[in-house]
């Protein structure tokens, strides 16, 4: 049962008289608790509505197209509330946030109905065997799964929740019935890399094809572990065995299904020092959000819009700054070399934002602050106007995570500030180059 909170007006649902305040109890006989049964059965043109209102029963029958929307509104996404994480991962980064950030950073979110709505990754251990066998009769698909290791008493180790290891049984129950799986490996120095990533490759491998992909990621460590699990860096060493592991079971897939499957992060092949693969490598950039391929994405597509600029665009005029992280900072400057030299008018700095708010070793984009930014840019060199990814801002595209508004950042560094959509790749990031 869920409660309404609106009703569009003009919608199939107001001309049938539903009111906000009316419980939702079921849709053609099917019980209702949240997003995933409401959108599933709301598919069907023939509709029968139970509510409750007041202390009545409401049968209301209409008819609808297939993917018409009734126009019922719920208080949440969900109409229920988000499940929270029953893990305590060692790697866990929630757990590494100083003190002081808003409440929502410190929310550990393991919700299935998210994997599929949302893309994130769950760990299964929130997950019934009801949940499974839902997921399965409403062809839930793809779904976001972290396993970590394959190995059930590594798992518990390191998520330190009994049910670890049991629930990996569920990725059978998944790949049997044609579920698509893209998978996470968060991988920890000296805790699950080495023969343990070894063997959990190789235990995946028996779920392709329903095994879609699957991201080799290192987990993030910052400055404040105080109480937790010792876990030292990835080193430039370390990096690359990790690339010429994976690899060769990147030939294996490449060999039988015509895809890696298995993925790298960017990290790695940054900090050994390692070429990237070509874009081709990574088929459709399943996993770039989760930091796979984002630089060859960005390389390829910048390398191809260099070829077809505009007179208009060739003949720009203007001074750009350019901050991001000490891992892209070398891509990023050789990428606006190249531009400033087909751009003769172009003059673009790059300024690498160290990490001070949770640490050296944090070295991503996606991570700095909005203190940091401001205290190293101060004084700088900016041009015509700043430009910075969209990672870097979490809380409704305005802030970054220590609660600095673009708008105080552009005031203490007295520069307009261009926010570029990382999701819009090597385009984006051109036409704010280019203005």
């Not at 409403?138 to 009994?162: F, G, Q, Y």
């Not at 984002?294 to 203007?318: H, K, N, Y």
């Not at 700095?349 to 990490?355: A, C, E, G, S, T």
Request: with cysteine; glycine share 8%; hydrophobic share 40%.
């Amino acid at each position: 049962m869920v409660t309404i909170e609106a009703v569009t007006k003009g919608s199939p649902a107001a001309k049938k008289g539903i009111l906000a305040g009316d419980i939702l109890i079921s849709i053609n006989g099917h019980d209702i608790s949240d997003v995933l049964d409401y959108r599933f059965y709301l598919t069907e043109k023939q509709l029968t509505l139970l509510l409750h209102r007041g202390e009545s029963l409401l049968t209301v029958k209409l008819r609808k197209q297939e993917y018409e929307d009734i126009g019922l509104e719920f208080a949440s996404f969900l109409m229920d509330r988000q499940h929270a994480c029953k893990n305590k991962c060692v790697f866990c980064f929630i757990d590494q946030n100083p003190h002081g950030m808003r409440d929502a950073i410190y929310f550990k979110d393991d919700d299935s109905r998210m994997s599929f709505l949302r893309g994130s990754y769950v760990t299964l251990t929130n997950m019934t065997d009801a949940d499974v066998e839902r997921i399965i009769a409403m062809r839930i698909s793809p779904i976001h799964i972290s396993v970590h290791t394959t190995d059930p008493a590594l798992r518990v180790s390191m998520m330190k929740n009994p049910r670890a290891g049991e629930v990996l049984s569920y990725l059978d129950r998944f790949a049997a019935a044609g579920i698509t799986m893209e998978c996470q490996i968060v991988l920890c120095r000296g805790i699950n890399d080495g023969s343990h990533l070894a063997r959990t490759l190789s235990d995946l491998m028996q779920y392709l094809p329903a095994l879609s992909t699957c991201s080799i990621v290192p987990c993030g460590l910052t400055d404040h572990r105080e109480g937790l699990c010792k876990i030292a860096p990835f080193t430039a060493e370390d990096c690359a065995e990790v690339l010429d592991l994976v690899g060769g079971y990147q030939a294996q897939c490449m060999e039988k299904y015509g895809s890696a499957v298995f993925y790298c992060s960017d990290e790695f092949y940054l900090k050994s020092g390692r070429a990237f693969p070509c874009g081709a490598f990574y088929g459709e950039y399943a996993q770039i959000e989760n930091g796979v391929g984002m630089i060859p994405s960005m390389r390829d597509e910048i390398e191809a819009r260099l070829e077809a600029l505009t007179e208009e665009e060739l003949g720009a005029c203007r001074t750009v700054s350019v901050a991001t992280g000490y891992a892209a900072y070398p891509f990023l400057s050789e990428v606006c070399e190249r531009v400033c030299a087909r751009v003769p008018g172009l003059r673009v700095r790059v300024y690498p934002i160290q990490n001070r708010f949770f640490g050296e070793n944090i070295t991503v984009a996606g991570l700095v602050v909005g203190d940091d930014l401001i205290g190293q840019l101060r004084g700088a060199e900016l041009g015509d106007t700043l430009c910075i990814p969209s990672v870097m801002l979490r809380y409704e595209g305005d802030l970054f995570l220590d609660n600095v508004s673009v708008c105080e950042a552009e005031a203490a560094l007295g520069v307009p500030i261009t926010v570029v959509d990382t999701t819009m790749g090597g385009d984006a990031f051109l036409d704010a180059l280019l203005g």
